[in-house]
């Protein structure tokens, strides 16, 4: 049974970091791509960025460029992504998800419909 788990979510100021993680279980990350998502309340998923393999390739919506990155750590089934500069625009729930590498679409950004497994998600709060 697949099964990923976010955290390091929380509360910080404007301009500050956060990383987070999503431990996989289940599946190898060799397999997959991962990708980050948030959600804001009333608001649908948006995709933030994406790591897959064979190549390592990495993808980054628009607003986070610069300051986002993602990284995995496939020893441990682990994907992080490192959060820098915050804006309170950034507040949202963080989810981590996989999908298999020849069906999920990353142009213009992840788009969370292409995307099969999720965690339970994790709150970041962004304050000015």
């Known amino acids: 049974e697949v099964q990923l788990v976010e955290s390091g979510g929380g509360l910080v100021q404007a301009g500050g970091s956060l990383r987070l993680s999503c431990v996989a279980s289940g599946l190898t990350l060799d397999d997959y791509a991962i990708g980050w998502f948030r959600q804001a309340p009333g608001k649908e998923h948006e995709g933030v960025s994406c790591?897959?393999?064979?190549?390592?390739?990495?993808y980054y919506a628009d607003s986070v460029k610069g300051r986002f990155t993602i990284s995995s750590d496939n020893a441990k089934n682990t994907v992080y992504l490192q959060m820098n500069s915050l804006k309170p625009e950034d507040t949202a729930v963080y989810y981590c998800?996989?999908?298999?590498?020849?069906?999920?679409?990353?142009?213009?950004?992840?788009?969370?419909?292409?995307?099969?497994?999720w965690g339970q998600g994790t709150q970041v709060t962004v304050s000015s």
């Open positions: 998800a996989a999908g298999i590498q020849s069906i999920v679409v990353v142009t213009p950004s992840p788009q969370w419909r292409t995307y099969d497994y």
């Open positions: 790591i897959s393999s064979p190549d390592g390739s990495t």
